[in-house]
């Protein structure tokens, strides 16, 4: 047997346990089921597979129990993330918050997915002020990529935090980010979203030449028209056509 299950792949050899436990299970083998499901408890799509079929049958001591030992393995973040959805969905369930609020913001961390956000402060309790800030310092501390730095701004649109949201724009000089947020911004910045339309439109007209360049400066142009900045957009164009 051992060199027949040597021959697998990971995955074959996890669906030749699966098949196993199926078998034995529709022969009312159920205590040999269990013994090879706990035996292979390392094996992260057993565990998955465990987990879904306690789900099926509404186990959720079992559910719990599972999805903590998954938790507390070395899994991939993909396997981790699929666990702590569904011990998470047993904490709301439960109304266990502090569990809630760990998991929810670890998920918030990892996935960039708003809807942990909503969870999280629900369920926390306590200084919510300084959670916010714990959680912003946090984000911030991640590698750097696009979804992290709209992430970040998204947190401060969440909590209807304008001016730290201009600030952030500001510091990371982005004229995408501008974009993306700027109807957020307009109704308490107006004249400081259309300066640093000035601004950062300029410097990258200093910086970058060639089609591309030229096509993305068109867009910014088109869309502070849309904006109500056709004004500042006339006086772009008339600049760069003198210089």
Do not use: C
């Amino acid at each position: 047997t051992l060199s027949f299950e040597a021959s697998y792949s990971n995955k074959n050899h996890t669906q030749l346990l699966i098949s196993r436990i199926t078998l034995l299970e529709q022969n009312d083998r159920l205590e040999e089921a269990q013994a090879l499901i706990k035996d292979n408890l390392h094996n992260p799509d057993l565990l998955l597979f465990a987990l879904n079929q306690s789900k099926k049958k509404n186990n959720v001591v079992r559910m719990k129990y599972l999805a903590d030992i998954g938790l507390n393995a070395n899994f991939s973040n993909a396997i981790h993330r699929q666990i702590a959805d569904i011990r998470l969905a047993i904490a709301t369930e439960e109304a266990d918050t502090p569990l809630q609020t760990t998991l929810a913001r670890q998920l918030l961390l990892q996935t960039f997915d708003v809807d942990y956000f909503h969870t999280f402060k629900t369920a926390h309790s306590g200084d919510w002020t300084k959670a916010f800030t714990n959680l912003v310092e946090d984000a911030e501390k991640l590698p750097f990529s696009v979804g992290r730095r709209d992430f970040v701004a998204t947190l401060y649109q969440e909590e209807g935090k304008h001016g730290e949201l201009m600030n952030y724009i500001r510091r990371l000089k982005s004229l995408d980010m501008l974009e993306k947020f700027d109807q957020f911004l307009l109704n308490y910045f107006r004249s400081e979203v259309f300066e640093l339309y000035r601004t950062l439109i300029e410097d990258y007209i200093t910086h970058h030449l060639g089609r591309v360049a030229s096509k993305r400066v068109k867009q910014k142009l088109h869309h502070l028209h849309k904006i109500g900045g056709a004004a500042l957009a006339e006086e772009l164009v008339k600049k760069m056509r003198t210089e």
